[in-house]
């Protein structure tokens, strides 16, 4: 197919009478655009540069949670204890899980998420252990409070 100026070619279903239009752009953004007639603005456009905007959400048919989304709740799974994460966080410069991310290349932006999702969880689940361990530093903290209270108003007998 070859035009002069913007292309397009429309491929409709008689049965619900909905069409889908495939269009490469005349005007000065020359984006590529696939789109139905019932959401014309919901469709996906590729841009020249390679960006490209989608009006609906995003779902991928690849692998995902190589990093073992959810794997941190169960039993068997071997979680490193806070101060090991950080460690191996800090030794190795980015989250464990998660691998190296290098300025201005390509990612696998499925195995990426799962990778996050997983650091994600690492990191609920220490907040929740430090949690317990502030409330238990609370409690200790009222007991030291009321000894002292009791040892001041001994004093001031």
């Known amino acids: 197919m070859k035009s002069n100026g913007g292309s397009y070619f429309t491929v409709s279903n008689t049965t619900s009478g909905r069409d889908w239009f495939f269009t490469h752009e005349n005007a000065a953004q020359g984006r590529f655009i696939i789109t139905s007639s019932t959401n014309p603005a919901d ?77 994600l969880e690492h990191a609920h689940i220490y907040i929740d252990q430090l949690h317990g361990r502030l409330a238990e530093q609370d409690v200790v903290n009222q007991n030291l409070m009321a000894r002292l209270e009791q040892l001041e108003h001994l004093v001031t007998q």
Request: one cysteine or more.
């Open 43 to 119: 469709g996906l456009f590729l841009a020249p540069g390679g960006d490209m905007t989608i009006g609906g959400t995003l779902t991928t048919g690849g692998g995902t949670c190589g990093g073992g989304c959810d794997a941190v709740f169960s039993d068997e799974y071997d979680l490193p204890s806070i101060a090991e994460h950080a460690d191996a966080m800090w030794s190795l410069g980015h989250l464990p899980n998660i691998g190296q991310t290098l300025e201005n290349q390509p990612i696998n932006v499925s195995d990426k998420l799962g990778r996050m999702l997983n650091e």
